[in-house]
């Protein structure tokens, strides 16, 4: 199982950046997926989250309102758009797999599979 993560960059406050998550190895049909980051000298945090089935989100109170997490299951892929962006939005994103896909998780502890990461800056 492998997730390459991808579409980080350098953006101003306010702009928008969409970050993906391609799949590959099996299908992920009935996992669930979710979106990290790690600002530096900060633990790595929650960020967003998805049943593949697309049935549930859940979103940090950070994010919430401003970011969207979606998947396109004929590209085995999923989506993190993030507008409205911010400087404390700036760290490394990372996307993850479980293998349950029951319930979201929110708990990096609940994830079996993880990406690179992928840089994302917001300059004011």
């Known amino acids: 199982v492998q997730l390459q993560a991808s579409g980080g960059g350098l953006v101003l406050a306010g702009g928008s950046l969409r970050l993906s998550c391609a799949a590959s190895g099996r299908t992920f049909s009935s996992y669930g997926m979710g979106w990290f980051r790690q600002a530096p000298g900060k633990e790595r945090e929650f960020v967003a989250a998805?049943?593949?089935?697309?049935?549930?989100?859940y979103y940090a109170d950070s994010v919430k309102g401003r970011f969207t997490i979606f998947g396109d299951n004929a590209k085995n892929t999923v989506y993190l758009q993030m507008n409205g962006l911010k400087p404390e939005d700036t760290a490394v994103y990372y996307c993850a797999a479980e293998t349950n896909g029951i319930v979201v998780v929110t708990s990096r502890r609940g994830y079996d599979y993880w990406g690179q990461g992928t840089q994302v800056t917001v300059s004011s």
């Open positions: 998805i049943l593949w089935s697309g049935s549930s989100t």
